[in-house]
C-alpha cells in the first residue's frame, strides 16, 4: 500500500514566522508534489520534485520554497508566512507514469497564520 | 489554455439513487483524464483514470466514468449510491507539456437518508 505521511496534522503560525511542513513517502517515487487546497480552488500547485536534490515550481510558488533531500522526503517551507497562506496543504507522490501518472495523497496540513 | 470545470459545487443524492456528477474539459489533442474522491479529513485518492481507448472506465466502488469528445466531458455515474460515498469528487486533466495534473474546483456529494 503507498503511503504518504505528512506532519504536523494542524499548525498555527504568527505572521512572519517561518513554517516547515513536512512530507515522507514510502512508495520510493521520483515523482513529489505540494499542493494547497482552497474552497473553490480545488488543487492548485505549489512545489514539485522529480528526484532528491530537484525542486520546480508550480502554478503558485510565490512565498513558498521546497527542499528534496532525499527520495523519502520533501518539505515545504514558508520562511515568512501570512495570513494568505492560511489553507489547507497536502503533499502527494506519484508513480512517474507520464501523462497517466497516479497521485498518492498524505491526509493533509491545516496552516492557520495569525 | 487547458481547463476543467465542474459546474456543480455541491449534489444531493437519496441513497439508492443514481448519481451523475459532470466534469467539461478544453484540452487539444487526447486526454488523460482522472477522477479522485476525497473523503472527509482525508487526502485525495484516485478512483479510475481514462487512457485513450474505450470510452467507458470502470473504477472502484462501482463508479464508473464516459468520456465524450464531441462533448469535451468525463461525467462519472454510479448505478446506487451508498452513505458512505458522501464526499469531495475531483476530475483533473494531465497536460500536455510537462504531465502536471489541471484540477476541477470539486463537487461535493451528500447523501440523503
Known amino acids: 500500500e503507498a503511503a504518504v505521511t505528512q506532519s504536523p496534522r494542524n499548525k498555527v503560525a504568527v505572521t512572519g514566522g517561518k513554517v516547515t511542513l513536512s512530507c515522507n513517502q514510502t512508495?520510493?517515487?521520483?515523482?513529489m508534489y505540494w499542493y494547497r487546497q482552497d474552497t473553490g480552488h480545488g488543487l492548485r500547485l505549489i512545489h514539485y520534485s522529480y528526484g532528491a536534490g530537484s525542486t520546480e515550481k508550480g502554478d503558485i510558488p510565490d512565498g513558498y520554497k521546497a527542499s528534496r533531500p532525499s527520495q523519502e522526503n520533501f518539505s515545504l517551507i514558508l520562511e515568512l508566512a501570512t495570513p494568505s497562506q492560511t489553507s489547507v496543504y497536502f503533499c502527494?507522490?506519484?508513480?512517474?507514469?507520464?501523462?497517466?501518472?497516479?497521485?498518492?495523497f498524505g491526509s493533509g496540513t491545516r496552516l492557520t497564520v495569525l | 489554455a487547458q481547463s476543467v470545470t465542474q459546474p456543480d459545487a455541491r449534489v444531493t443524492v437519496s441513497e439508492g439513487a443514481s448519481l451523475q456528477l459532470r466534469c467539461k474539459y478544453s484540452?487539444?489533442?487526447?486526454?488523460?483524464l482522472f477522477w479522485y474522491v476525497q473523503y472527509p479529513r482525508q487526502g485525495l485518492q484516485l478512483l479510475l483514470k481514462?487512457?485513450?481507448?474505450d470510452p467507458v472506465v470502470q473504477g472502484v466502488n462501482g463508479f464508473e466514468a464516459e468520456f465524450s469528445k464531441s462533448n469535451s466531458s468525463f461525467h462519472l455515474r454510479k448505478a446506487s449510491v451508498h452513505w458512505s460515498d458522501w464526499a469531495v469528487y475531483f476530475c483533473?486533466?494531465?497536460?500536455?507539456?510537462?504531465?502536471?495534473?489541471?484540477w476541477g474546483s470539486g463537487t461535493k456529494l451528500i447523501i440523503k437518508p
Open positions: 481514462y487512457y485513450p481507448g
Open positions: 512508495n520510493n517515487h521520483n515523482n
Open positions: 483533473a486533466v494531465s497536460q500536455d507539456s510537462n504531465y502536471q495534473l489541471i
Open positions: 484540452y487539444f489533442g487526447t486526454p488523460y
Open positions: 502527494a507522490s506519484g508513480d512517474a507514469d507520464w501523462s497517466a501518472e497516479t497521485l498518492y
